[in-house]
């Protein structure tokens, strides 16, 4: 576990120490749980950032291959839902 030695004016600090008495904390309680959500923020904004690349390169792969997909292939509408069965 690392330490962080943050220094701050005396208001700031009292301001601080008001906000860690409401939610039942102490002031490095506080200012802890504020880094763990910034480091999560982080870590959650880095996976959407890996995810959106994934997609970026997947699109462009299929299309560097023409998408995979035909439209003289595809089936009429009747056929792909049987209509003609119930005639």
């Known amino acids: ?9 005396d208001d ?3 301001r601080a120490e008001l906000r860690a008495t409401e939610s039942g904390k102490s002031v ?3 200012v802890r ?3 763990e959500t910034l ?6 904004q880095s996976e959407i ?7 970026t390169e997947t699109i462009a792969s299929l299309r560097a291959r023409g998408g995979g997909i035909v439209a003289s ?6 056929r792909i839902h049987e209509r003609d069965a119930f005639r």
């Open 12 to 14: 700031t600090y009292r």
């Open 49 to 55: 950032d890996r995810l959106e690349r994934l997609q």
């Open 39 to 44: 480091a999560d923020g982080v870590a959650e």
């Open 28 to 30: 490095p309680a506080l």
């Open 33 to 35: 749980s504020i880094v």
């Open 1 to 9: 576990m690392k330490n962080i030695t943050v220094t701050v004016d």
């Open 73 to 78: 292939e595809n089936l009429p509408r009747d």
